[in-house]
T-cell receptor, first 114, second 113 residues
Framework: EPEVTQTPSHQVTQMGQEVILRCVPI?????FYWYRQILGQKVEFLVS????????KSEIFDDQFSVERPDGSNFTLKIRSTKLEDSAMYFC????????????FGPGTRLTVT | AQSVTQLGSHVSVSEGALVLLRCNYS??????LFWYVQYPNQGLQLLLK??????LVKGINGFEAEFKKSETSFHLTKPSAHMSDAAEYFC???????????FGQGTRLTINP
């Protein structure tokens, strides 16, 4: 069964450094998403991406964040200058269409900022 | 704005007992509702979804949920708990016209032998 994959599974970085989290969505899916879950808190929406542009973003997704689909398979989340509060589990998801169809989630990347 | 409330951050049941995980939503327009399960060190896996068809929805692993508009609820049930059901369960809502999922805070289910 097709699945969303994410690399790395765990990333440790120092405050102020840039990180890139990578995701390979399911191949025939058109919509891509990033969510994050700070330890002990809710899963929160960050951004959705369709047709090579951001289609929706949350207030969390400020200028230090960016997303890109550099080729036909990868979908990346870049954090330009990491802060301690960026430490979280980051989930990538994809879906075939809008609304009705469920989002398929990857296993997550645990980001630790020291 | 839409929101989801899961009553009980931690639920503990005996093996073979009924599982009931509660979810209430707030939405001004008809929602799509989902239950996801997260096993340790894994991603979120869809259990079931409500998308305005039948109000009683059956999912994987013997789980089901009933959409009750009058109560704005979408509680998850399973008649007989199994040890392998121990996990974290998340209720989520997606509003028509929007793309994002809004999650509840999750309920950790523990199964006692």
């Amino acid at each position: 069964e097709p699945e969303v994959t994410q690399t790395p599974s765990h990333q440790v970085t120092q405050m102020g450094q840039e990180v890139i989290l990578r995701c390979v969505p399911i191949s025939n899916h058109l919509y891509f998403y990033w969510y994050r879950q700070i330890l002990g808190q809710k899963v929160e929406f960050l951004v959705s991406f369709y047709n090579n542009e951001i289609s929706e973003k949350s207030e969390i997704f400020d200028d230090q964040f960016s997303v890109e689909r550099p080729d036909g398979s990868n979908f990346t989340l870049k954090i330009r200058s990491t802060k301690l509060e960026d430490s979280a589990m980051y989930f990538c998801a994809s879906s075939e269409f809008r609304e009705q169809y469920e989002q398929y989630f990857g296993p997550g990347t645990r980001l630790t900022v020291t | 704005a839409q929101s989801v409330t899961q009553l009980g951050s931690h639920v503990s049941v005996s093996e073979g007992a009924l599982v009931l995980l509660r979810c209430n939503y707030s939405s001004s327009v008809p929602p799509y509702l989902f239950w996801y399960v997260q096993y340790p060190n894994q991603g979120l896996q869809l259990l079931l979804k409500y998308t305005s068809a039948a109000t009683l929805v059956k999912g994987i692993n013997g789980f089901e949920a009933e959409f009750k508009k009058s109560e704005t609820s979408f509680h998850l049930t399973k008649p007989s708990a199994h040890m392998s059901d121990a996990a974290e369960y998340f209720c989520a809502v997606r509003v028509q016209g929007a793309q994002k999922l809004v999650f509840g805070q999750g309920t950790r289910l523990t199964i006692n032998p």
